[in-house]
């Protein structure tokens, strides 16, 4: 946009610059040349002086050596019949000779081009009837005498015009690609999940009206996000009840195997509560900052989901989690994602499928040995397995890993079935 700017403004002012100089230019050549030929005509008139008062051969030839001109050998006085006093440029030549015959003729004064210059004709006539004429020579030079002087101050003065009317708007494009480029990095920031920056209005009105737009949607979006995670935090605290039903029933079966799991589940699904209920509460730009550790969720879920995989009789194995692997995400939203995870593999394979966990630095792989999903593009693009599933377990993948900046994998496992998981760099997991 500013190189746009800059070029916009060298076009209008190099025309605009011509369009006065071009002109200028030609005036000045004439200027010039008026001047040249009014500075002869000055010269003629002072010898036809000098003839009216006296015509004797000896005093002309006096008076015609006495000018500057006729010093310079630029002047002739042409009498009828005898050979012109002082110096001709035009009796050299027969054209020449015509031209002073034909202005004593018509007895008018004009110019007559010859070699080096012109010549200007003045004709008189003196006392007893004869027509004189007298020839001023004048050379090119003095025809274009300033001219390149004047035609190098008016190109000098065009540059300076054009050179500062493009670094004024190159400053004030400055302004404007300034302000354009903190709306469009503020924007990025705003798509990337950041709602807490605003913008400081600057530049020319349009762009004011712009950022101020921009800082009413970023606030009006930060409000709605917390009030759709108050509605979040308020509804996980409803299941609180159903959920202390439960526990009581959990108390009240025989102690056993069968009692224990219930009672542990009541207690990890009393936690996951408490954690979506603080995480939902949390601002918006304090769960922007958040960051979980995906092998110590993925533990703490597994733990969980190994219990119902006991009781199907179900192998498992976990490749990987020795270190580490932090993410931008908060800890209810990374659970989410998990149990999605491992969720599909229980939801859509029989009892006793095997099914292998993958996490690593790049990312998080779950494969079961199940039936598989029959057309993972398809069930990517139109939101739903193929298995009588709507899909979402899919979508909460897909979203975690356009979160990261990922790449969601649904494809065939080694195991023979489905494998679901993403990949933080488009990095394949060992």
């Known amino acids: 946009m500013r190189w746009a700017l800059n070029r916009l403004a060298l076009a209008i002012t190099s025309m605009v610059a011509l369009a006065f100089l071009v002109p200028l230019a030609v005036a000045t050549r004439q200027i010039a040349h008026d001047q040249a030929i009014s500075d002869a005509r000055q010269q003629a008139t002072a010898m036809v002086t000098v003839l009216g008062v006296n015509s004797d051969m000896l005093a002309l030839t006096e008076a015609v050596a006495s000018t500057s001109a006729g010093s310079a050998g630029r002047l002739a006085v042409h009498l009828p019949g005898i050979v012109p006093i002082g110096t001709s440029h035009l009796a050299t030549s027969s054209s020449g000779t015509e031209m002073i015959a034909r202005a004593a003729r018509e007895g008018r004064s004009g110019t007559a081009d010859t070699t080096g210059g012109i010549a200007y004709l003045q004709p008189t006539v003196l006392t007893d009837g004869r ?8 050379p090119t030079d003095d025809l274009h005498r300033g001219v390149w002087t004047a035609w190098l101050a008016l190109g000098g003065l065009a540059i300076v015009l054009v050179a500062g009317s493009t670094l004024f708007a190159d400053r004030l494009g400055s302004q404007l690609v300034r302000s354009t480029r903190q709306l469009a990095e503020a924007s990025r920031r705003l798509g990337g999940g950041d ?41 996980s605290h409803r299941l609180r009840t159903p959920l202390t039903g439960l526990r009581l029933d959990a108390e009240a079966i025989p102690p056993g195997p069968i009692a224990d799991r ?13 954690a979506i209920i603080t995480g939902a509460r949390l601002g918006t730009e304090a769960r922007s900052a958040e960051k979980s550790d995906l092998v110590e969720v993925l533990a703490d879920r597994l733990a969980f989901w190994s219990v119902l995989a006991e009781d199907q009789e179900r192998p498992w194995e976990v490749i990987g989690g020795n270190e580490p692997v932090m993410l931008p995400m908060s800890r209810s939203d990374l659970i989410l994602v998990v149990d999605a995870m491992l969720g599909n593999v229980f939801s859509h394979t029989d009892e006793g499928v095997a099914f292998r966990v993958m996490v690593s630095a790049s990312g998080l792989l779950v494969d079961d040995a199940g039936p598989g999903i029959p057309d993972p593009d398809a069930a990517v693009t139109r939101g739903f397995s193929g298995a009588g599933s709507t899909g979402l377990g899919l979508d909460i993948v897909r979203r975690a890993a356009d979160t990261l900046q990922g790449q969601l994998v649904v494809a065939r496992s080694p195991l023979g079935g489905a494998r679901v998981g993403f990949l933080l760099h488009a990095a394949p997991v060992s």
Do not use: K, Y
């Not at 027509?131 to 004048?138: C, K, L, P, S, Y």
């Not at 101020?212 to 009030?227: G, V």
């Not at 207690?267 to 408490?274: I, P, S, V, Y």
């Open 195 to 235: 709602l807490s920056g605003r913008l400081t209005p600057t530049g020319p009105r349009e762009l004011r009206d712009a950022a101020t737009a921009f800082n009413t949607m970023a606030e009006d979006m930060r409000r709605l996000l917390d009030r759709e995670r108050e509605l979040a935090a308020d509804l």
């Open 262 to 274: 219930m009672r542990q589940a009541c207690d990890l699904l009393d936690e996951e509560l408490e």
């Open 131 to 138: 027509t004189v004429i007298v020839e001023v020579f004048v």
